[in-house]
């Protein structure tokens, strides 16, 4: 198999559902809402119909990840064997998928290279191709669609809940009397922990919070997030349990239907009795410790400047002194001494090359050769 890593699945949505709930009713809704518009047009000649289009979704989600939807990579014949259509048609409704916004094609299929074939030959694996991987998931701008109809949908049989039938009498308000304690109107309401106001709030503001965070007032955090408040959580302590929740094997999708009911189970999984265990105090701890560490380092640094700014401002000073004055006197004219000398040399060997020069030529000092 493959191998694609994290990178490739990088804003791709995941399922809110399983894969009955996504190909037997995110499908439909998104075929019902959508097809005319999107997928119609951008194939013209190539139908597809609701039928087939459920039939290869359904096959199709039973080779993804239960809790995700992702990695579906069966080859279009699998599909076409496993639903008894042609490979043709499972091709159209694959294209639909993607056109209506339910399914991503992540890596298209190729064929692979003849590293990855010989690789594969050693492990016993004959395929000469890669299959396209797909993710499977809701349509963004269909999801609070489809939930409105999931909230209307009737409920089935044997179900609590099921409508029940009103009986013959009209059910009104006889009295006009006001109830509650002494019969002064409604009962008092609680006032809200400042705490968890400002907890709920600085969590909302913050740009790591998950989106389904602005799906609730200040107000209604609050009543969660007092009890942390309570014990000196910040935002990011709140951010910290959701990745913790997710990183033990908990699903979390991207727009919960009751978010509120899904951190109180997330503060219930870690303990009220472990509510002073902030779950991220460690890294803000360590940070603390790293940002310390490291003015210490500038402090240090600067304080090492300083000294040498001071020690050059001192040397500069030294410099007009009488003892540097004198050093340079006695150097200048050491110099001089010395290019006197070398200035006398010099023309001392020229007098003697020149006088070696008219011995050998025969020239008297006044011009005339000797005979």
Known sequence: ?????DLPWAGVPCWTGRAERWAYFTVPVAYA??????????????????RALVRVAAARARYADHATGRGSRPTNERLAADTGLSVRTVQRANTALRLL???????????????ERMASWRVGDRGRGW???????????????????????PHPEGSPVRDKSSGREVVTTRARRRGGAGNRGAPRRWGLDTGGVALARGWRADPHSPPWAQRYTVSAWARVLAGPAQHGWVA???NQLIRDWIGVGHWLPDAPHKPIGLLYAMLAW????????????ADMAREAAELAAH?????AQRAERDASLRARVVGRAALGGPGHVAARATAAEAAHRALLRRTQAAAAEAARLDAAVRAARGITDHGFESR
């Open 270 to 281: 870690h303990g009220a009795e472990n509510l002073a265990d902030r779950p991220a105090a």
């Open 1 to 5: 198999m493959l191998d694609l890593g």
């Open 131 to 153: 299959a396209s991987v797909w993710a499977l998931h809701d349509h963004p701008f269909l999801h609070r669609f489809i939930h409105r109809l999931s909230a209307l949908s």
């Open 101 to 115: 916004g339910v399914a991503t094609e992540v890596l298209r299929g190729r064929q692979r290279t003849r590293a």
């Open 236 to 238: 990011r302590d709140v």
């Open 295 to 299: 003015r210490t380092r500038l402090a």
């Open 33 to 50: 809402a959508r097809y005319d518009t999107h997928v119609r047009p951008a194939m013209p000649g190539n139908p597809v119909s609701l």
